[in-house]
């Protein structure tokens, strides 16, 4: 039993940890709260309107792979300094690893989640000028023709 003792006192002290957290908050916590206090605070600033267009699903796939990726550089150092003492078992491990994290890749780069910009308009055939546009078809002309003037109430055209 006394070798269990350090891990019971570790328990008993987390426990007291985080019901002393919990106790002290409420004793301690505003008991007022206002428009002001329940607003989100980030940076000093209030928001005023609604970000303009949320975050593409993509933004988070590459974030994800990103994560995966330094994990995997993770788990390669120790691999690295004992990949003798491992031996095929290592090695098996880590090609299964960085054949998952290669999948993800190739889905990323399948689905066109890496093209952004210029990238992105290439793969998809856009030119940055469309052949088609001339100067006739998108340059309005000055002048009156076809405009109403403001005295005649739209009746009557200008000449």
């Known amino acids: ?4 003792l350090p891990i019971v006192v570790m328990l008993v002290l987390g426990l007291g940890f985080a019901v002393s957290s919990l106790v002290m908050s409420n004793l301690v916590s505003p008991k007022r709260p206002s428009a002001a ?7 000093g ?8 267009e949320r975050f593409p699903v993509r933004f988070y796939l590459v ?17 690295a300094t004992m990949f003798r003492e491992l031996g095929a078992f290592g090695l098996v491990e880590i090609v ?11 889905y990323l780069i399948a689905g066109g989640s890496l093209d952004w910009g210029p990238a992105q308009q290439a793969r998809r055939g856009d030119a940055a000028v469309d052949p088609a546009r001339t100067s006739t078809s998108t340059i309005r002309r000055v002048g009156l023709e076809g405009r ?12």
Do not use: N, W
């Open 1 to 4: 039993m006394g070798q269990y």
């Open 37 to 43: 206090k329940s607003a989100p605070y980030e940076c």
């Open 45 to 52: 600033i209030v928001p005023r309107q609604e970000p303009p």
């Open 63 to 79: 974030a994800m792979v990103f994560v995966i990726v330094d994990i995997e550089i993770i788990f390669l150092y120790p691999y």
């Open 96 to 106: 299964v690893f960085s054949i998952a994290v290669f999948a993800c890749l190739i």
């Open 148 to 159: 109403v003037t403001p005295g005649t109430h739209g009746s009557e055209e200008a000449a």
